[in-house]
């Protein structure tokens, strides 16, 4: 049969290429559209994360910042992080933020510590199953279930999984060594090893006032072990580290350190 001089089946055919071309062309207005809503969500992403992420740089590096450009940034830290994507450089950043404001709060002893502290830990928790690879937050992780809930020992699971992945990190370990030492007598032998381990490290890398601060502090217990483990840090450090110690009154003996005055405070 044909119609106007064409066959029924060159008519069907000439019917579907033009159905299949004005397919394709709304297929490109919408990948088209799809894009640009795709470009305008990332633009918008990029416009609330970056401050975010700068901030939590200057805070980790200890500058200091006025509590109210923290507590200005908290509608911001709730909408990151109910955004649908996973962004693990941002959401680190909210949780490095919400502690930076528990810590204030602690020291400022306002009535809400409870409920920041739980706030962190949903923040760490939230960040950690995006990105699971982070040794900072697991020492925060590991320090907030025990501020909550008390020690319990399946909590050093998250210290060993910060020691695993970040274990040369100077920033990380000068929290976390004060936090294993304060428990060290509940540690497995493995932790109580990096432990030790870690504060030869640090104190090899020249955070010499920090680990004598470290020392006087959570480590005083198990000051002969820790001692006993520098044998092997720089001469340098070592005579600072002892000094230090000295003058703070400390009268302790350092490994392979002889000070011609053993009290320079007098």
């Not at 299949?20 to 809503?37: H, P, Q, S, Y």
């Not at 994360?49 to 200890?62: D, L």
Request: charge should be negative.
């Amino acid at each position: 049969m044909k119609a106007n001089g064409l066959s029924s089946d060159s008519l069907s055919a000439r019917v579907a290429v033009k159905l299949g071309l004005d397919a394709a062309r709304l297929f490109g207005v919408a990948l088209g559209c799809a894009a640009i809503a795709w470009g305008a969500y990332t633009c918008s992403n990029f416009w609330r994360h970056t401050p975010i992420e700068r901030i939590a740089g200057h805070v980790i590096a200890g500058d200091p910042f006025k509590t109210r450009q923290l507590t200005d940034l908290s509608p911001t830290l709730d909408m990151v992080e109910h955004e649908p994507l996973c962004s693990p450089d941002t959401l680190h950043s909210v949780a490095v933020l919400r502690l930076r404001l528990l810590e204030i709060a602690m020291d400022e002893g306002e009535g809400s510590i409870d409920a920041q502290m739980q706030t962190v830990r949903d923040s760490v928790r939230r960040s950690l199953a995006c990105s699971p690879a982070d040794p900072f937050l697991w020492t925060v992780l590991y320090w907030v279930e025990t501020a909550q809930n008390g020690f319990r020992p399946d909590y050093l699971a998250y210290l060993r999984l910060s020691y695993l992945l970040g274990p040369n990190e100077g920033w990380v370990a000068l929290k976390r060594n004060p936090l294993t030492l304060a428990v060290f007598s509940r540690l497995p032998p493995d932790l109580a090893e990096m432990t030790v381990a870690e504060f030869a490290s640090l104190l090899n890398s020249g955070f010499d006032s920090e680990t004598a601060e470290i020392l006087e502090g959570p480590g005083w217990k198990v000051r002969d072990r820790l001692l006993s483990g520098l044998k092997d840090v720089r001469e340098s450090h070592r005579q600072i580290f002892a000094k230090i110690l000295y003058r703070n009154g400390y009268n302790v003996s350092v490994p392979g350190v002889k000070l011609s005055d053993p009290r320079p405070w007098d």
